[in-house]
């Protein structure tokens, strides 16, 4: 299948004119029909399993419940980890800019730039999604140095 779509659209565009007009409806079915079709497909499976959709890292896996165990701390760990991120991630966006167009971002006055920025960002928020369980061990690994130095920080100096 995979073969003959891509057959189809390397020697269809020579034969319409569909990919060189402004088309809204077709732009539409291009960005939302395989994610569509992915998602049924998902949706058909679930139901005749009987369950949800399958949990992917196995039983054990960590979730934001394993966090909340920690109470005050765990979620303060957590917010903690996401700041991280995105002190680094502005940081690592405009160095992946310099190195690909060999000037540095200027966000302030240049739309494009800024955009591209943005979209670096982006790209990284989605990579990093993969690490989601990571990102919650960090939160889980930091949660008893917060409860130690951040919230009980006055019950610990007495």
Do not use: C
Not at 23 to 45: H, S
Not at 123 to 146: E, S, T
Request: glycine share 8%; no cysteine; charged share 15%.
């Amino acid at each position: 299948l995979t073969v003959f779509l891509s057959y189809a659209v390397k020697y269809g565009e020579l034969g319409l004119d569909l990919p060189f007009t402004p088309n809204a409806p077709v732009a539409l079915a291009m960005v939302l029909g395989i994610p569509g079709l992915t998602a049924f497909n998902f949706y058909q499976k679930s139901q005749a399993d009987g369950a949800g959709f399958p949990n992917l890292m196995g039983d054990n896996a960590l979730s934001m419940d394993d966090v909340k165990k920690y109470g005050v701390s765990g979620t303060l760990a957590y917010v903690l980890t996401e700041l991280a991120f995105w002190a680094v991630a502005f940081p690592v966006a405009s160095t992946a800019l310099y190195q690909t167009t060999g000037h540095w971002p200027d966000v302030v006055n240049d739309t494009v730039d800024r955009a591209a920025v943005i979209g670096f960002i982006f790209a990284g928020a989605n990579i990093a999604r993969a690490l989601v369980p990571l990102r919650l061990g960090a939160a889980l690994a930091l949660a008893p140095w917060v409860d130690e130095n951040i919230i009980n920080r006055e019950e610990t100096s007495q």
